[in-house]
T-cell receptor, first 113, second 113 residues
Framework: GENVEQHPSTLSVQEGDSAVIKCTYSDSASNYFPWYKQELGKRPQLIIDIRSNVGEKKDQRIAVTLNKTAKHFSLHITETQPEDSAVYFCAASNSGGYQKVTFGTGTKLQVIP | KAGVTQTPRYLIKTRGQQVTLSCSPISGHRSVSWYQQTPGQGLQFLFEYFSETQRNKGNFPGRFSGRQFSNSRSEMNVSTLELGDSALYLC????????????FGPGTRLTVL
């Protein structure tokens, strides 16, 4: 089955700096890669996603890149703010497997004011 | 539209007991997935239902089971509870056209004593 590895497990950055979280996946059939943000005590919420026919996607301060050959994808947050502090999960799935989504183990991001 | 709801929000059980958790998806969503979230393990996929049929199953023992009703509401059952079953159980709903964004419920916090 699919295996998703996520690094780092914790990340501290100064406010205004950039943060990068990296994930690798094992199943070459995976074609959908969402990123979820989970604030303390709250439910995970989708912040950005990318499909395998696209190499990069950006939404304001958040961007995701995908390298299908290397089977890795990354989340980039620029100009970090204290409200970006949360746990971020990457995930991978393939349309042939319907909604069987495999999540990474999460990255706890702390933005220091 | 109302979001995904889960009941109960908190449960305390003792070893050997069984428990049933409920999830009501967003209106119009026919896919419901269940996840177990524990510290350090991220979100682990339990199973996914669509139109009352289990389409995918994760690597959990047979003590974990579920079902989906004709109105897309889903239940998850854990029998013969073990201490290690203590976790936050999240359900997520999505539209079923390929693989799409999942909307999570607030979760049920299960504590096994």
């Amino acid at each position: 089955g699919e295996n998703v590895e996520q690094h780092p497990s914790t990340l501290s950055v100064q406010e205004g700096d950039s943060a990068v979280i990296k994930c690798t996946y094992s199943d070459s059939a995976s074609n959908y890669f969402p990123w979820y943000k989970q604030e303390l005590g709250k439910r995970p919420q989708l912040i950005i996603d990318i499909r395998s026919n696209v190499g990069e996607k950006k939404d304001q301060r958040i961007a995701v890149t995908l390298n299908k050959t290397a089977k890795h994808f990354s989340l980039h947050i620029t100009e970090t703010q204290p409200e970006d502090s949360a746990v971020y999960f990457c995930a991978a799935s393939n349309s042939g497997g319907y909604q069987k989504v495999t999540f990474g183990t999460g990255t706890k991001l702390q933005v220091i004011p | 539209k109302a979001g995904v709801t889960q009941t109960p929000r908190y449960l305390i059980k003792t070893r050997g007991q069984q428990v049933t958790l409920s999830c009501s998806p967003i209106s119009g969503h026919r896919s419901v997935s269940w996840y177990q979230q524990t510290p350090g393990q991220g979100l682990q996929f339990l199973f996914e239902y669509f139109s009352e049929t289990q389409r995918n199953k994760g690597n959990f023992p047979g003590r974990f089971s579920g079902r989906q009703f004709s109105n897309s509401r889903s239940e998850m059952n854990v029998s013969t509870l073990e201490l290690g079953d203590s976790a936050l159980y999240l359900c997520a709903s999505s539209l079923d056209r390929g693989v799409n964004e999942q909307f999570f419920g607030p979760g049920t916090r299960l504590t096994v004593l």
